[in-house]
């Protein structure tokens, strides 16, 4: 299966939520940059996270934390993979610098499958807005050292995505699982570390001496 990317069509129904032992399915995705990657990864666990918009100001300061440890948690044997509904053009431009790969699912076919939801509640609720506050902050801060760029002022995928994260073993095991109840409640890079073990021993490096 191919990463969705048709913009144009209607946004699926949401699944019922995912639990842990539940499986997903073999899948190739295409990051936005690098090479196509399979999930389940038969190598390594794969941390899945689903964020908002191509430019979110709440993502981009979460992200930043996982690529500060990104040498960390791939030593955990995780191996990061995010989602986006932004188009891969918009996207790409946001992203590249990450170390990580990142997904355009523009029609937001994945978030149905994983049954990851929007709702007005991402925005309003009161426990997401000292995030929102720190997210806008670094991005004026990014901006006045002339880096970073804004969002696009229309957001066809909408504003008021939840995120979501899953841990999947290499057998395509979901071995834990965190739905967001508002727009910065995501599992730290701490809380994900301490899933790790779930998901299996982390791949054996190459032979030294």
């Given amino acids: 299966m191919r990463t ?4 144009t069509r209607t946004p699926l129904r949401p699944r019922l939520r995912l639990r842990p032992g539940d499986s997903v399915p073999v899948r190739t995705l295409t990051p936005v940059t690098g090479p196509p990657l399979a999930v389940p990864d038969p190598g390594s666990a794969v941390h899945v ?3 908002r918009f191509a430019g979110c100001p709440v993502c981009n300061l979460h ?3 996982v690529a500060r440890r990104h040498a960390e948690i791939e030593r955990a044997g995780i191996r990061e993979v995010v989602l986006f509904h932004s188009p891969a053009d918009e996207l790409r431009e946001h992203v590249a610098h990450l170390p990580f790969a990142v997904v355009a699912d523009p029609g937001k076919e994945l978030y149905a499958e994983f049954g990851v939801e929007a709702h007005r509640r991402a925005l309003l609720d009161p426990r997401g807005w000292p995030g929102i506050v720190r997210g806008v902050l ?3 801060a990014d901006l006045l050292r002339g880096r ?3 969002p696009a002022a ?3 995928g909408g504003r008021i995505g939840l995120p979501a994260d899953f841990l999947i073993s290499p057998e395509g095991r979901i071995t834990a699982v965190k739905y967001g109840e508002h ?7 701490d809380e994900l570390l301490t899933h790790a073990p ?3 021993p982390p791949a054996p490096g190459p032979p030294t001496g």
């Fill in 4 to 7: 969705p990317s048709n913009p």
């Fill in 148 to 150: 970073g760029r804004l």
């Fill in 138 to 140: 670094a991005g004026a």
């Fill in 49 to 51: 996270q689903f964020r």
């Fill in 154 to 156: 229309s957001q066809p």
């Fill in 198 to 200: 779930q998901a299996g």
């Fill in 63 to 65: 992200l930043r934390s």
């Fill in 183 to 189: 727009v910065d409640d995501q599992w730290s890079v």
